[in-house]
Protein backbone atom coordinates (compact mmCIF):
# COMPACT_ATOMS: atom_id res chain seq x y z
CA UNK A 1 0.00 0.00 0.00
CA UNK A 2 1.41 3.05 -0.94
CA UNK A 3 1.20 6.61 0.72
CA UNK A 4 -1.09 8.04 -1.58
CA UNK A 5 -3.58 5.10 -0.82
CA UNK A 6 -3.05 5.92 2.53
CA UNK A 7 -3.63 9.92 2.31
CA UNK A 8 -6.46 8.93 0.05
CA UNK A 9 -9.16 8.22 2.78
CA UNK A 10 -7.98 11.07 5.07
CA UNK A 11 -9.43 13.92 5.53
CA UNK A 12 -7.96 16.88 4.31
CA UNK A 13 -7.62 20.61 5.62
CA UNK A 14 -10.57 22.02 2.89
CA UNK A 15 -12.52 19.26 4.87
CA UNK A 16 -12.43 21.25 7.85
CA UNK A 17 -12.42 24.64 6.50
CA UNK A 18 -15.84 23.95 5.56
CA UNK A 19 -16.54 23.80 9.46
CA UNK A 20 -16.48 27.56 9.70
CA UNK A 21 -18.51 28.38 6.82
CA UNK A 22 -21.62 29.00 8.99
CA UNK A 23 -21.16 27.83 12.83
CA UNK A 24 -24.37 28.96 13.86
CA UNK A 25 -26.47 27.26 11.53
CA UNK A 26 -25.00 23.64 11.75
CA UNK A 27 -24.48 24.01 16.16
CA UNK A 28 -28.53 24.51 15.58
CA UNK A 29 -28.54 21.78 13.35
CA UNK A 30 -26.84 19.76 15.95
CA UNK A 31 -29.25 20.58 18.91
CA UNK A 32 -31.91 19.27 16.73
CA UNK A 33 -30.47 15.79 16.08
CA UNK A 34 -29.02 15.75 19.27
CA UNK A 35 -32.92 15.99 20.37
CA UNK A 36 -34.13 13.45 17.86
CA UNK A 37 -30.75 11.13 18.84
CA UNK A 38 -31.31 10.97 22.18
CA UNK A 39 -34.35 8.57 22.51
CA UNK A 40 -33.21 6.42 19.32
CA UNK A 41 -29.51 5.74 20.93
CA UNK A 42 -31.25 4.74 24.72
CA UNK A 43 -33.43 2.62 22.91
CA UNK A 44 -31.14 1.04 20.25
CA UNK A 45 -28.56 0.59 23.31
CA UNK A 46 -31.61 -1.63 25.29
CA UNK A 47 -32.57 -3.45 21.91
CA UNK A 48 -29.10 -4.40 21.29
CA UNK A 49 -28.68 -5.86 24.65
CA UNK A 50 -25.71 -4.25 25.88
CA UNK A 51 -27.59 -1.29 27.58
CA UNK A 52 -28.71 2.26 26.98
CA UNK A 53 -25.14 3.29 28.29
CA UNK A 54 -23.93 1.59 25.38
CA UNK A 55 -26.29 3.33 22.91
CA UNK A 56 -25.42 6.58 24.58
CA UNK A 57 -21.35 6.14 24.91
CA UNK A 58 -21.48 4.92 20.69
CA UNK A 59 -23.60 7.75 19.39
CA UNK A 60 -21.00 10.05 21.17
CA UNK A 61 -17.71 8.80 20.68
CA UNK A 62 -18.10 6.75 17.62
CA UNK A 63 -20.74 9.77 16.35
CA UNK A 64 -18.05 12.32 16.56
CA UNK A 65 -15.04 10.66 15.38
CA UNK A 66 -17.17 9.43 12.44
CA UNK A 67 -17.74 12.91 12.06
CA UNK A 68 -14.21 14.24 12.00
CA UNK A 69 -13.05 11.40 9.75
CA UNK A 70 -15.99 10.05 7.42
CA UNK A 71 -16.65 10.94 3.32
CA UNK A 72 -19.58 12.54 4.14
CA UNK A 73 -20.03 16.15 4.98
CA UNK A 74 -23.66 16.06 6.91
CA UNK A 75 -23.62 11.90 8.00
CA UNK A 76 -24.76 11.31 11.40
CA UNK A 77 -23.57 8.06 13.06
CA UNK A 78 -24.32 6.19 15.99
CA UNK A 79 -26.08 2.76 17.10
CA UNK A 80 -29.17 1.93 14.43
CA UNK A 81 -31.83 -0.51 13.82
CA UNK A 82 -30.15 -2.67 11.06
CA UNK A 83 -27.24 -3.35 13.31
CA UNK A 84 -29.08 -4.18 16.79
CA UNK A 85 -30.18 -7.04 14.33
CA UNK A 86 -26.94 -8.56 13.57
CA UNK A 87 -26.43 -7.89 17.73
CA UNK A 88 -29.09 -9.62 19.47
CA UNK A 89 -27.50 -13.25 18.44
CA UNK A 90 -24.26 -12.10 18.89
CA UNK A 91 -24.46 -11.43 22.61
CA UNK A 92 -26.54 -14.39 23.44
CA UNK A 93 -23.76 -16.55 21.89
CA UNK A 94 -20.79 -14.51 23.37
CA UNK A 95 -21.69 -11.86 25.71
CA UNK A 96 -20.87 -8.30 26.22
CA UNK A 97 -17.51 -9.17 25.48
CA UNK A 98 -17.66 -10.71 22.17
CA UNK A 99 -19.85 -8.09 21.16
CA UNK A 100 -16.82 -5.54 22.34
CA UNK A 101 -14.59 -8.09 20.88
CA UNK A 102 -16.40 -8.30 17.74
CA UNK A 103 -16.88 -3.99 16.94
CA UNK A 104 -13.47 -3.58 17.53
CA UNK A 105 -12.49 -6.22 14.60
CA UNK A 106 -14.98 -4.85 12.44
CA UNK A 107 -13.29 -1.70 12.91
CA UNK A 108 -10.01 -3.13 11.86
CA UNK A 109 -12.20 -4.53 8.45
CA UNK A 110 -13.60 -1.07 7.69
CA UNK A 111 -10.29 0.33 7.57
CA UNK A 112 -9.13 -2.30 5.09
CA UNK A 113 -12.02 -1.84 2.93
CA UNK A 114 -11.43 1.93 2.68
CA UNK A 115 -7.53 1.36 1.98
CA UNK A 116 -8.96 -0.99 -0.32
CA UNK A 117 -10.96 1.16 -2.34
CA UNK A 118 -14.24 -0.99 -1.99
CA UNK A 119 -16.51 1.68 -1.32
CA UNK A 120 -17.30 2.00 -4.99
CA UNK A 121 -19.15 -1.39 -5.24
CA UNK A 122 -22.27 0.15 -3.27
CA UNK A 123 -23.20 1.50 -6.30
CA UNK A 124 -23.81 -2.51 -7.93
CA UNK A 125 -26.52 -3.35 -5.17
CA UNK A 126 -29.22 -3.10 -7.04
CA UNK A 127 -32.89 -1.05 -5.51
CA UNK A 128 -34.85 -4.01 -5.14
CA UNK A 129 -32.02 -5.09 -2.34
CA UNK A 130 -32.04 -2.29 -0.70
CA UNK A 131 -36.00 -1.99 -0.49
CA UNK A 132 -36.02 -5.48 0.65
CA UNK A 133 -33.35 -4.74 3.37
CA UNK A 134 -34.96 -1.88 4.62
CA UNK A 135 -38.39 -3.80 5.05
CA UNK A 136 -36.81 -7.08 6.57
CA UNK A 137 -34.77 -4.32 9.45
CA UNK A 138 -37.88 -2.80 9.74
CA UNK A 139 -40.19 -6.00 10.50
CA UNK A 140 -37.36 -6.90 12.79
CA UNK A 141 -37.26 -3.65 14.76
CA UNK A 142 -40.62 -3.86 15.57
CA UNK A 143 -40.92 -7.69 16.38
CA UNK A 144 -37.89 -6.47 18.66
CA UNK A 145 -40.12 -3.83 20.52
CA UNK A 146 -42.55 -6.43 21.60
CA UNK A 147 -41.44 -7.25 25.06
CA UNK A 148 -40.75 -3.72 26.34
CA UNK A 149 -43.89 -2.63 24.96
CA UNK A 150 -45.82 -5.19 26.67
CA UNK A 151 -43.90 -4.80 29.96
CA UNK A 152 -42.78 -8.63 29.98
CA UNK A 153 -39.03 -9.93 30.19
CA UNK A 154 -37.36 -10.41 26.99
CA UNK A 155 -38.13 -14.62 26.30
CA UNK A 156 -35.19 -16.34 25.59
CA UNK A 157 -33.95 -17.15 21.75
CA UNK A 158 -32.39 -15.40 18.42
CA UNK A 159 -35.46 -15.35 16.18
CA UNK A 160 -37.38 -12.07 16.51
CA UNK A 161 -40.88 -13.40 16.17
CA UNK A 162 -40.99 -16.76 18.37
CA UNK A 163 -39.13 -13.99 21.12
CA UNK A 164 -42.12 -11.71 20.15
CA UNK A 165 -44.68 -14.23 20.19
CA UNK A 166 -43.86 -15.76 23.70
CA UNK A 167 -43.46 -12.11 25.33
CA UNK A 168 -47.63 -12.14 23.62
CA UNK A 169 -47.97 -15.06 25.73
CA UNK A 170 -46.72 -14.03 29.00
CA UNK A 171 -48.12 -11.02 28.11
CA UNK A 172 -51.68 -12.89 27.65
CA UNK A 173 -50.85 -14.54 31.57
CA UNK A 174 -49.88 -11.40 33.15
CA UNK A 175 -51.01 -8.23 31.35
CA UNK A 176 -49.10 -5.08 32.02
CA UNK A 177 -51.52 -2.71 30.88
CA UNK A 178 -49.34 0.64 31.77
CA UNK A 179 -46.39 -0.06 29.51
CA UNK A 180 -48.93 -1.43 27.04
CA UNK A 181 -50.79 2.35 26.74
CA UNK A 182 -47.08 4.00 27.38
CA UNK A 183 -45.65 2.11 24.08
CA UNK A 184 -48.58 2.93 21.96
CA UNK A 185 -49.06 6.43 23.32
CA UNK A 186 -45.99 7.23 22.37
CA UNK A 187 -45.82 5.55 19.00
CA UNK A 188 -49.22 7.58 18.56
CA UNK A 189 -47.78 11.19 19.22
CA UNK A 190 -44.77 9.91 17.51
CA UNK A 191 -46.54 9.06 13.95
CA UNK A 192 -49.16 11.40 14.41
CA UNK A 193 -46.78 14.65 15.05
CA UNK A 194 -44.14 13.36 11.96
CA UNK A 195 -47.86 13.71 9.81
CA UNK A 196 -48.42 17.00 11.45
CA UNK A 197 -44.99 18.89 11.54
CA UNK A 198 -42.21 16.66 10.21
CA UNK A 199 -39.41 19.18 11.00
CA UNK A 200 -40.28 19.33 14.46
CA UNK A 201 -38.70 15.79 16.94
CA UNK A 202 -41.70 14.21 18.06
CA UNK A 203 -39.48 11.48 19.25
CA UNK A 204 -38.07 13.05 22.33
CA UNK A 205 -42.03 14.76 23.25
CA UNK A 206 -43.42 11.52 23.09
CA UNK A 207 -40.59 10.12 25.65
CA UNK A 208 -40.83 13.16 27.83
CA UNK A 209 -44.61 12.88 28.29
CA UNK A 210 -44.29 9.19 28.96
CA UNK A 211 -42.14 9.93 31.28
CA UNK A 212 -43.77 12.41 33.25
CA UNK A 213 -47.17 10.36 33.12
CA UNK A 214 -45.85 7.03 34.72
CA UNK A 215 -44.09 9.47 37.63
CA UNK A 216 -47.08 11.24 37.87
CA UNK A 217 -49.48 8.52 37.94
CA UNK A 218 -46.38 6.75 40.00
CA UNK A 219 -47.06 3.59 37.33
CA UNK A 220 -45.01 0.22 37.88
CA UNK A 221 -43.26 0.07 34.78
CA UNK A 222 -39.92 -0.98 33.92
CA UNK A 223 -37.27 2.28 33.73
CA UNK A 224 -34.08 2.56 32.41
CA UNK A 225 -32.36 2.32 35.50
CA UNK A 226 -28.72 4.54 36.52
CA UNK A 227 -26.40 5.63 33.83
CA UNK A 228 -23.15 6.32 34.11
CA UNK A 229 -22.89 10.51 34.58
CA UNK A 230 -19.61 10.22 32.09
CA UNK A 231 -17.86 8.43 29.58
CA UNK A 232 -15.40 5.86 31.17
CA UNK A 233 -12.01 5.57 30.79
CA UNK A 234 -10.73 3.64 27.36
CA UNK A 235 -10.08 -0.32 28.12
CA UNK A 236 -9.12 -3.41 26.48
CA UNK A 237 -10.15 -5.49 29.62
CA UNK A 238 -12.99 -7.30 27.33
CA UNK A 239 -10.00 -8.39 24.63
CA UNK A 240 -9.45 -12.41 24.50
CA UNK A 241 -7.36 -12.74 22.11
CA UNK A 242 -7.97 -16.45 22.19
CA UNK A 243 -11.64 -15.74 21.03
CA UNK A 244 -10.39 -13.29 17.94
CA UNK A 245 -10.93 -16.70 15.65
CA UNK A 246 -14.34 -17.63 16.61
CA UNK A 247 -15.52 -14.00 16.27
CA UNK A 248 -13.81 -13.11 12.61
CA UNK A 249 -16.83 -14.46 11.22
CA UNK A 250 -19.62 -12.48 13.23
CA UNK A 251 -17.20 -9.53 13.12
CA UNK A 252 -17.11 -9.83 8.57
CA UNK A 253 -20.72 -9.76 9.12
CA UNK A 254 -21.30 -6.25 11.07
CA UNK A 255 -18.26 -5.24 8.75
CA UNK A 256 -20.35 -5.90 5.96
CA UNK A 257 -23.46 -4.32 7.26
CA UNK A 258 -21.53 -0.88 8.60
CA UNK A 259 -20.25 -0.49 5.51
CA UNK A 260 -23.73 -1.17 3.48
CA UNK A 261 -25.56 0.86 5.80
CA UNK A 262 -23.08 3.93 5.85
CA UNK A 263 -22.61 4.13 2.49
CA UNK A 264 -26.41 3.85 1.58
CA UNK A 265 -26.77 6.91 4.59
CA UNK A 266 -24.19 8.95 2.75
CA UNK A 267 -25.44 8.22 -0.91
CA UNK A 268 -29.04 9.41 0.45
CA UNK A 269 -27.92 12.54 2.03
CA UNK A 270 -26.13 13.12 -1.70
CA UNK A 271 -29.67 12.53 -3.43
CA UNK A 272 -31.36 15.34 -0.66
CA UNK A 273 -28.83 17.92 -1.36
CA UNK A 274 -28.07 17.93 -5.04
CA UNK A 275 -24.94 18.62 -6.05
CA UNK A 276 -23.23 16.91 -2.80
CA UNK A 277 -21.13 13.88 -2.82
CA UNK A 278 -19.48 11.84 -0.52
CA UNK A 279 -16.14 9.71 -0.67
CA UNK A 280 -16.77 6.36 -0.04
CA UNK A 281 -13.57 5.37 0.99
CA UNK A 282 -13.02 8.50 3.34
CA UNK A 283 -16.75 7.18 4.67
CA UNK A 284 -15.40 3.70 4.84
CA UNK A 285 -12.24 5.05 6.93
CA UNK A 286 -13.91 7.20 9.10
CA UNK A 287 -16.75 4.42 10.26
CA UNK A 288 -13.16 1.66 11.07
CA UNK A 289 -11.98 4.89 12.86
CA UNK A 290 -15.43 4.92 14.77
CA UNK A 291 -15.79 1.37 15.45
CA UNK A 292 -12.55 0.98 16.51
CA UNK A 293 -12.63 3.59 19.46
CA UNK A 294 -16.38 2.32 20.64
CA UNK A 295 -15.74 -0.69 22.12
CA UNK A 296 -12.60 0.92 24.11
CA UNK A 297 -15.28 2.84 25.88
CA UNK A 298 -18.43 0.17 26.34
CA UNK A 299 -20.03 1.00 22.69
CA UNK A 300 -21.79 -1.44 20.61
CA UNK A 301 -20.64 -1.15 16.37
CA UNK A 302 -21.62 2.13 14.55
CA UNK A 303 -23.04 3.08 11.04
CA UNK A 304 -24.55 6.06 9.31
CA UNK A 305 -27.77 6.67 10.42
CA UNK A 306 -30.38 7.11 8.11
CA UNK A 307 -32.81 9.06 9.70
CA UNK A 308 -30.74 11.23 11.66
CA UNK A 309 -28.93 11.85 8.58
CA UNK A 310 -31.64 12.95 7.19
CA UNK A 311 -33.10 15.46 9.86
CA UNK A 312 -29.41 16.80 9.65
CA UNK A 313 -29.71 17.70 6.11
CA UNK A 314 -33.40 18.70 5.88
CA UNK A 315 -32.70 21.56 8.73
CA UNK A 316 -30.00 23.03 6.91
CA UNK A 317 -26.82 21.44 7.98
CA UNK A 318 -23.37 22.84 6.25
CA UNK A 319 -20.67 21.17 7.16
CA UNK A 320 -19.07 18.64 9.41
CA UNK A 321 -20.18 20.52 12.62
CA UNK A 322 -23.52 19.65 12.84
CA UNK A 323 -22.82 15.94 13.35
CA UNK A 324 -19.98 16.53 15.55
CA UNK A 325 -21.96 18.71 17.29
CA UNK A 326 -24.81 16.35 18.19
CA UNK A 327 -22.12 13.80 19.59
CA UNK A 328 -21.08 16.82 21.90
CA UNK A 329 -24.80 17.90 22.76
CA UNK A 330 -25.36 13.76 23.86
CA UNK A 331 -22.59 14.43 26.42
CA UNK A 332 -23.51 17.04 27.64
CA UNK A 333 -26.98 15.65 28.17
CA UNK A 334 -24.99 12.53 30.35
CA UNK A 335 -22.98 14.96 32.55
CA UNK A 336 -26.11 16.72 33.51
CA UNK A 337 -29.12 14.88 33.28
CA UNK A 338 -28.63 11.16 33.30
CA UNK A 339 -30.71 10.84 36.29
CA UNK A 340 -33.37 12.45 34.69
CA UNK A 341 -32.58 9.90 31.85
CA UNK A 342 -32.63 7.06 34.23
CA UNK A 343 -36.42 7.55 34.65
CA UNK A 344 -37.33 7.20 31.17
CA UNK A 345 -39.70 3.97 31.29
CA UNK A 346 -38.48 0.93 28.16
CA UNK A 347 -41.81 1.07 26.98
CA UNK A 348 -41.94 4.08 26.05
CA UNK A 349 -38.82 4.17 24.11
CA UNK A 350 -40.37 0.93 22.51
CA UNK A 351 -43.11 2.85 21.04
CA UNK A 352 -40.69 5.13 19.78
CA UNK A 353 -38.83 2.50 18.01
CA UNK A 354 -41.85 1.14 16.66
CA UNK A 355 -43.32 4.45 15.30
CA UNK A 356 -39.59 4.43 13.62
CA UNK A 357 -39.78 0.99 12.47
CA UNK A 358 -43.19 1.90 10.55
CA UNK A 359 -41.69 5.26 9.45
CA UNK A 360 -38.53 3.33 7.84
CA UNK A 361 -40.89 1.67 5.00
CA UNK A 362 -41.57 4.23 2.27
CA UNK A 363 -45.20 2.61 0.82
CA UNK A 364 -45.27 4.81 -2.49
CA UNK A 365 -41.65 3.46 -3.41
CA UNK A 366 -42.56 -0.51 -2.26
CA UNK A 367 -45.56 -0.17 -4.03
CA UNK A 368 -43.94 1.31 -7.13
CA UNK A 369 -40.69 -1.54 -6.85
CA UNK A 370 -43.46 -4.55 -6.53
CA UNK A 371 -45.19 -3.02 -9.87
CA UNK A 372 -42.00 -2.10 -11.44
CA UNK A 373 -41.29 -5.89 -12.29
CA UNK A 374 -42.02 -9.29 -11.35
CA UNK A 375 -38.48 -9.82 -11.24
CA UNK A 376 -37.91 -6.64 -8.65
CA UNK A 377 -41.32 -7.67 -6.99
CA UNK A 378 -39.64 -11.31 -5.91
CA UNK A 379 -35.81 -10.00 -5.25
CA UNK A 380 -37.94 -7.16 -2.75
CA UNK A 381 -39.61 -10.35 -1.07
CA UNK A 382 -37.04 -12.89 -1.06
CA UNK A 383 -34.89 -10.09 0.56
CA UNK A 384 -37.27 -8.83 2.98
CA UNK A 385 -37.95 -12.69 4.20
CA UNK A 386 -34.54 -13.45 4.38
CA UNK A 387 -33.61 -10.47 6.45
CA UNK A 388 -36.35 -11.66 9.14
CA UNK A 389 -36.23 -15.38 9.06
CA UNK A 390 -32.00 -15.44 8.54
CA UNK A 391 -29.75 -12.71 9.39
CA UNK A 392 -29.18 -9.05 7.67
CA UNK A 393 -26.25 -10.30 5.60
CA UNK A 394 -27.18 -13.54 4.28
CA UNK A 395 -29.82 -11.59 3.24
CA UNK A 396 -28.25 -9.36 0.92
CA UNK A 397 -26.20 -12.25 -0.57
CA UNK A 398 -29.55 -13.54 -1.21
CA UNK A 399 -31.28 -10.72 -2.84
CA UNK A 400 -27.80 -9.73 -4.96
CA UNK A 401 -27.88 -13.58 -5.88
CA UNK A 402 -30.84 -13.37 -7.67
CA UNK A 403 -30.89 -9.99 -9.18
CA UNK A 404 -27.67 -11.46 -10.86
CA UNK A 405 -29.38 -14.72 -11.80
CA UNK A 406 -31.97 -12.49 -13.57
CA UNK A 407 -30.00 -10.54 -14.79
CA UNK A 408 -28.23 -13.26 -16.59
CA UNK A 409 -31.75 -14.67 -17.85
CA UNK A 410 -32.28 -11.06 -19.07
CA UNK A 411 -29.34 -11.29 -21.12
CA UNK A 412 -29.77 -14.91 -22.38
CA UNK A 413 -33.03 -13.28 -23.69
CA UNK A 414 -31.50 -10.41 -24.77
CA UNK A 415 -29.12 -12.10 -27.30
CA UNK A 416 -30.19 -12.62 -31.27
CA UNK A 417 -28.60 -14.85 -33.83
CA UNK A 418 -31.07 -13.68 -36.58
CA UNK A 419 -30.40 -14.87 -40.66
CA UNK A 420 -30.82 -11.91 -42.78
CA UNK A 421 -32.47 -11.86 -46.19
CA UNK A 422 -30.28 -11.19 -49.36
CA UNK A 423 -31.41 -7.77 -50.08
CA UNK A 424 -29.84 -6.81 -46.71
CA UNK A 425 -26.71 -8.70 -46.49
CA UNK A 426 -26.12 -9.93 -50.38
CA UNK A 427 -24.62 -13.31 -50.11
CA UNK A 428 -23.19 -15.89 -52.72
CA UNK A 429 -25.91 -18.60 -53.79
CA UNK A 430 -26.31 -21.72 -51.39
CA UNK A 431 -24.93 -19.03 -48.55
CA UNK A 432 -27.02 -18.05 -45.16
CA UNK A 433 -25.96 -14.69 -43.40
CA UNK A 434 -26.69 -14.33 -40.14
CA UNK A 435 -26.15 -11.01 -37.78
CA UNK A 436 -25.29 -11.96 -33.67
CA UNK A 437 -26.56 -9.12 -31.55
CA UNK A 438 -26.30 -8.88 -27.51
CA UNK A 439 -23.88 -10.74 -25.28
CA UNK A 440 -22.44 -13.83 -25.81
CA UNK A 441 -21.86 -14.61 -22.44
CA UNK A 442 -21.93 -18.23 -20.61
CA UNK A 443 -25.73 -17.56 -19.88
CA UNK A 444 -26.25 -17.74 -23.57
CA UNK A 445 -23.28 -20.00 -25.21
CA UNK A 446 -25.40 -23.31 -25.01
CA UNK A 447 -28.67 -21.89 -26.86
CA UNK A 448 -26.16 -19.92 -29.49
CA UNK A 449 -24.18 -23.18 -29.66
CA UNK A 450 -26.81 -25.13 -30.84
CA UNK A 451 -28.82 -22.59 -33.37
CA UNK A 452 -25.81 -22.26 -35.13
CA UNK A 453 -25.10 -25.91 -35.32
CA UNK A 454 -28.27 -26.27 -36.45
CA UNK A 455 -28.22 -25.03 -40.09
CA UNK A 456 -29.50 -26.91 -42.39
CA UNK A 457 -29.21 -27.04 -46.38
CA UNK A 458 -26.97 -24.70 -46.91
CA UNK A 459 -22.81 -24.51 -48.80
CA UNK A 460 -21.28 -21.39 -46.33
CA UNK A 461 -22.30 -19.19 -43.23
CA UNK A 462 -21.65 -16.12 -42.99
CA UNK A 463 -21.48 -14.65 -39.06
CA UNK A 464 -21.70 -10.81 -38.45
CA UNK A 465 -20.66 -10.23 -35.62
CA UNK A 466 -20.70 -6.42 -35.31
CA UNK A 467 -23.65 -6.40 -33.02
CA UNK A 468 -21.57 -8.25 -30.36
CA UNK A 469 -21.57 -5.99 -27.30
CA UNK A 470 -19.57 -8.37 -24.71
CA UNK A 471 -18.21 -12.40 -24.68
CA UNK A 472 -16.44 -14.17 -22.32
CA UNK A 473 -14.47 -17.26 -22.42
CA UNK A 474 -17.46 -19.82 -22.26
CA UNK A 475 -19.35 -17.97 -25.18
CA UNK A 476 -16.14 -18.14 -27.13
CA UNK A 477 -15.67 -21.91 -26.98
CA UNK A 478 -19.90 -22.00 -27.84
CA UNK A 479 -18.27 -20.26 -31.06
CA UNK A 480 -15.67 -22.20 -31.52
CA UNK A 481 -17.51 -25.53 -31.02
CA UNK A 482 -20.32 -24.62 -33.55
CA UNK A 483 -18.09 -23.22 -36.36
CA UNK A 484 -16.09 -26.77 -35.91
CA UNK A 485 -19.36 -28.55 -36.57
CA UNK A 486 -19.93 -27.03 -39.05
CA UNK A 487 -17.00 -27.79 -40.71
CA UNK A 488 -17.00 -31.66 -39.96
CA UNK A 489 -19.62 -31.12 -42.00
CA UNK A 490 -18.46 -29.61 -44.75
CA UNK A 491 -20.21 -26.01 -44.64
CA UNK A 492 -18.14 -23.40 -45.18
CA UNK A 493 -17.75 -20.39 -42.35
CA UNK A 494 -16.39 -16.75 -42.16
CA UNK A 495 -16.74 -14.55 -39.39
CA UNK A 496 -17.10 -10.76 -39.60
CA UNK A 497 -17.42 -7.41 -37.83
CA UNK A 498 -15.50 -8.08 -34.78
CA UNK A 499 -14.71 -5.22 -32.86
CA UNK A 500 -11.29 -4.74 -31.71
CA UNK A 501 -12.33 -5.10 -28.28
CA UNK A 502 -13.49 -8.58 -28.79
CA UNK A 503 -10.29 -10.02 -30.86
CA UNK A 504 -8.49 -10.61 -27.96
CA UNK A 505 -10.60 -13.17 -26.49
CA UNK A 506 -11.53 -14.85 -29.67
CA UNK A 507 -7.81 -15.03 -30.65
CA UNK A 508 -6.86 -16.54 -27.16
CA UNK A 509 -9.26 -19.26 -27.65
CA UNK A 510 -8.82 -20.10 -31.13
CA UNK A 511 -11.60 -19.15 -32.44
CA UNK A 512 -10.09 -16.45 -34.71
CA UNK A 513 -6.68 -16.32 -36.21
CA UNK A 514 -3.90 -14.20 -34.21
CA UNK A 515 -2.50 -11.21 -35.98
CA UNK A 516 -4.13 -11.52 -39.72
CA UNK A 517 -2.61 -10.44 -42.13
CA UNK A 518 -5.55 -9.50 -44.59
CA UNK A 519 -9.11 -8.83 -43.81
CA UNK A 520 -9.34 -7.44 -39.99
CA UNK A 521 -11.67 -9.22 -38.22
CA UNK A 522 -12.59 -12.04 -40.08
CA UNK A 523 -11.77 -15.49 -40.07
CA UNK A 524 -10.92 -17.75 -42.84
CA UNK A 525 -13.44 -20.06 -45.35
CA UNK A 526 -12.82 -23.76 -44.61
CA UNK A 527 -11.11 -24.09 -47.81
CA UNK A 528 -8.96 -20.96 -47.50
CA UNK A 529 -7.60 -22.14 -44.11
CA UNK A 530 -6.72 -25.55 -45.70
CA UNK A 531 -5.10 -24.21 -48.58
CA UNK A 532 -0.99 -23.76 -48.14
Not at 278 to 303: C, M, R, S, Y
Not at 366 to 387: P, Q
Not at 439 to 465: I, K, M, N
Not at 515 to 524: D, E, K
Amino acid sequence: MNMNGVLSVLPSPADFRTMTRAPRRDLLCGLTVAVVALPLALGFGVTSGLGAASGLITAIVAGSLAALFGGSARQVSGPTGAMTVVLVPIVHEYGANGVLTVGLLSGFMLLVLAFARAGAAMAYVPAPVIAGFTIGIACVIGLQQVPSALGVRTPSGDQVAVVAARASEEFDTTPHWAALLLALGAAALMLAGARWKPTVPFSLAAVAVATIVSEALHLHVTRLGTLPSSIPAPSLAFLDVSRVPTLLLPAAAVAALAALESLLSASVADAMRPGERHDPGKELFGQGIANLAAPLFGGVPATGAIARTAVNVRTGATSRLAALAHAVILAGIVAVAAPLVGRIPLAALAGVLLATAIRMVETDAVRAMARATRGDALVMVLTAASTLALDLVRAVLIGLGVSVLLALRAAMRGTRLTPTTTDELPGAAGTVTYRFDGPLLFAAAHRFRRSLADVQDVTAVDLRLSGLTAVDATGALALKDAVGELRDRGIEVSITGVEHGHRRVLESLGVLPVNPTSNRGAIPSAAGAAAP
